[in-house]
């Protein structure tokens, strides 16, 4: 797959961008064009399991987004089982010659956020942005064309042992890597490799791995309280916004860390019912993170700590649900140098260096921490994009240019070429 | 028409409930309920003025509005011109021999709050509860329907002077009546009568008139900050949620008042994109109220001047809107007192009182201001409902025998029968 | 006494003000100028209980002021007594014939407020006012002087029955009278009479009753956390300053009721090590107040509701004290007549009216408890005092030509003369 | 000067902590011995410059605690000149034979916070725990003794070039430094050593220098509003402390900084006025810190937004102050070797490291900055005292042993010994 093709693939997914478990027309289109490349699929409920994923979406939203995905193109049938058992796609193909059994996780999700329109940005001047409210503010297109120009070039099956293309969806708010660990998607891999593009990295600029990636948990918190008329009897409402609104100044006030990196946020608050009516219900969605595990999850025990003492402040209820996650990750280093040593040899020494800081989380780390807990190898494979804007930011874009070249390390590290042998 | 039929009237517009200004349902049947009557009938454009209504839903939510109350049997044509140009509806009916002319104003609109679904809950045990997130939480399905009663009744002409019936959209929140008065409703009203059941009074209480109606203004706020990915960058975002909190907080943080009473309500607020985004965005609605108009205003300048401070600590901006609102109101005794006439004839001086205080706010107040200050009398007749929970509470509701009783004291009213004449 | 020589008292207690229980040299001064007219005189221990009296000064606190108060004029016996067992004082008088017991309160405490410095300011401008941070910001200096000046004028015993004047200490906060009353200072009075100076009415004017005394409950809450070096180790901190930060906001937040008149304030807060600690202690001191005692009572457990909950939020400790209050009062009738008919008969209609709405709260409304509880009668009688500035307002100041005014009013009221008899 | 000499002084220093610019009794008390000794001493005019001292004490402060300097030993007529002209003390020593100047700097400064008074805190066991609510809480009375005893050790004058002993006050705040260098105490330096105790390290472990000295700025913000009554006239108030709380709880929410390590803490907040009044005033202090000096100014500035608008909120003023600061600081890996060299030597490679992190400010970093920038070199060293308690907690200790280590290290280091030669 040359390219052109492969900015082409890119380009249609960032029109269509779908949000976390949703990824319909995106998950069609890979199980469609991976068909046509005559590889082995498994989708649906083989590739991932929907039960215990928290706010998974509800059947009217599957639904709703569907028909949107056949609208604009997508396989009728393949979106049917995609909305009814999930976005999650595997590729497997069998190399000719013995060798380990790669892993290489490509997401598909996009972020519900509203994509910039002014001509500055080149999805809007070129007539491919999203114009639905959703985006790929976080380069998830670019990594669905990338596991699909991959598959393409192995599908000669002129490489040792075999590669697995795990099709990701959700991991934004890190649900999807979860549901396919539990459908068995991380068994048997020996070495695991997540890509990503962008980062603020120099376009073209690959990294053979990664430092300081957070651990997160994400959490949705429900405070109800008692609604009532605003002026006639304030006092018998108990005031659910209020307590959100205390909740949210006081997570964002918790202390910094000196003992390792940390972040807070509170991605969203939705609450009230009318202008004159004492609000009764309210709904967060927030974060915590850090570069260390144990302070991820104590620090995000104290966030509930405050989740639960505002509620006490007036009355309500709330209930804390944990939604998702990730965990810390270590690359190893034979990964990662197997990966520098082919981008210098393929665009020289300024185009290739072993380890970057990543600031951000990625539940590719729970892939990593199956293969790595089992034996295995795994690393986290940057390549610049060269974007001004950072990530999920509606102004966020990068440069075509670098993705083909992520398509070009990623087959020579797993044909084992002379110049990207790990063996 | 005989109480069955009110009452089956009542129960009918409130399964069907519908929001402020998009009463397009209830609009369409009030139309051709007084069209079977014969009465001449003023609606749309002739009715209300929308260009300047703040916040007025756009297109598309009109749009799928009327597709419901199409759906639901409203008439076509009627309600496309109620989705067009606005669902306020005007019945003028004169009398067969001379006196003043009347008007008498009943409000049609629902709240956006999602009814009790519990058996204890009569519109639900009884089947004619709403299941699309409005509710008939104030009693105006009864005023609408006493509109039309009463209509019927006074269809003989039988009675002196003119009877105009305002069934005005939008109270809550407080811009239809403005709306109306825009386009010409008040006009040559000598009398005017709004009435209202329910205000936790004894059913079939009958009160002249109120005290106590607090002048408010309703706001919306918009703050509007940075994105940014909450790991990777969080320092390059501004963050409106922080903001908007903060905001709610000082606001309900603002003094009471010594020298009347007031109230304040942030009863809305929305913002952020995604978990894991730095919030760009938060709007809120809110309200301050006063039984002083002056303080309301004095008030709603300090709310405006705590929003403004709160876009400031974050480095946000903030659109200020004043979108609807009401003043106080003075019952006039003559008009008071002929009413608390009528009912003890009728039912008994239990059942009749002057005044009482009403702790809310109506924006009939702005009719009266009109018709005052053209020399005319103005009062707002209540007619206890009985009711349980509180007004705008998921589980309010009014005794429907108090529903008939509105509408046998107003029709006395207006003939000027000798127990309730007021010439 | 004369009115040069009441001006003059006042200016001196004006001047030498002091704060709440520590009104020592006031008292000395009372005690002596009482003795010094051959009066029967209680004070110290038989005044008062200063046991179970919340926040009571500490010994070095008392020990401070007792030096103060000597050095400014205090006799070194008297002054001793009042720090040690307390600062209240009651006369007693006999009249020459038999009647009911009167009581009449005047209390003494100034409030820790920096008296305005201006030459605006009368006190300042003639050379009177207090310099150490205390104030005579609500009038307590003018009452002693009319309880001074009504025991010299009741000294010729020409009167029937008894008046006993309580000269209280702590008004302010609301300590004083329970004190007083645990020393029996309300057993057997019949008639019990409250005066207060100022209230911006008209300078002269005399109430003979208000409306409206609100219920109040005084409040102490200490956070306790953990203390931590701000940048070393910030997360072992425990924030105390956070927490009683959002306990204050959340407080003011409140909902108004509308059910009766509420207030709440939060007077002071103080808290933190320094500025490189994470703040481990935090103090506040806060009141809830309504008109209806009922709904100060449920405030006030709202309010300890949020400062619990806003421990919890940060694993903060906090203790909660009452630290003080008074509540509702309800002036009788045949006093309020008698006052104003007395007013009127001396200085005209135009300066005598019944009740007057009051917007404040005063423990006088104690010793009103116990008296109308055994069958007697009370009253809280106003004097005019055309003050611009507020009640506790560095500025506050009172025309000086309202004091002998209430002497007058109260002389003839005891006396029971014609154009005052109450019997 | 042998070790349990320089115990008996540190302890005598702690049992008699002095905050930051009060440093009287151990100013006196450096001066004393140090003259003892024979050496040229600067102090007060000619040590640092009090002039342009942000918030430095008050004479009434300064001469309450001159009183209990000579109360507790120090010689009057220096306890005067340290209260009257500052408490900095340079002692200058010179060696018999050519070589650079060298600076060390030694802090005198304790805290305002009350020690643990529980008999597992070692000074309070055996009786040199401070009982004035001050708290040599990080380790300064051991770096005070540290530079008596350097200076007893040199006084042979066998060493080359010279010895600059800097004896500096209110490192706490970072204020000190800067009064220092304006008068010239860093003039003519070629090597600035810092020394501190304490920091978690294993008792005794030596570091060279360390990494991460956070840059900070130290703030003071004055809010000012109107004073009313809280039940009678609320609505005239503006209330400091409202505003106060929402900068704080703003301030503790501002974002995390991806770029860099950053600390935000309010320190203290003292306001209001008493529990019935409208709270008129507020005064907090509080610090930015970033391990980054431009990101330090930065976040600053943004703390400076938020303490402004919250002031427009409430329609306050704010007056806003910078009191101190210091920067970051890179250590001459010189320094840092010899450093680490000499301990290896005297106590074996376990005892020794290169560079540490340090999660904290000084203004050390000033002094450095003046001597790197003249083309000097300088570092920050470290010696373990086995803390178990944080620094600045109120049960922080070091174990004594390693207050003769840093004193030998020193004295190798400036003698030029074989084993510490850093020519």
Redesign the interface.
Known sequence: MDPDEIIRLRRDFHRHAEPAFLEIRTSSIVVARLRGLGIEVRRGAEAMRTDGVARYPDAATRERMRGRAVESGADPDLAACAAGEGTAVIAEIAGDRPGPTWGVRCDMDA???TEATDEDHRPTALGFACQDGFMHACGHDGHTAIGIALAARLSDHDFPGRVRILFQPAE??GRGAAAMIAAGAADGIDRFVAVHLG??LPSGLVAGGCEGL?A?H?LRAVYRGE???????????R?A??G???????V??L?????A????????????????????Y?EM???A?STDAD?CDALTA?VE??L????????LTVEIERTGGSTTMTCDRQLVDAIAAIAAEKYGDGRAVALRP????DDASLFAREVQGAGGLATYMLVGGGNRA?????SFDIDEASIPVAVDVLEALLRGTPNGRTQ
């Open positions: 972020l519900p956020l934004e708010g980062l603020g957070l997160t994400k609604a009532a008329h605003a002026s006639g009897t304030p006092e018998r409402g005031n916004l209020v959100a609104a205390s909740a949210l100044l006081n964002m006030a202390p910094r860390y000196a003992a990196d940390t972040r807070l946020n509170v991605g969203t608050l939705h609450g009230g019912d009318n202008v004159n009516i004492v609000p009764s309210a969605t927030l974060e993170r302070i104290r700590g405050v639960r003492g505002a509620a006490a402040m007036h009355d990543l600031g951000g989380s950072p990530h999920h930011h509606p």
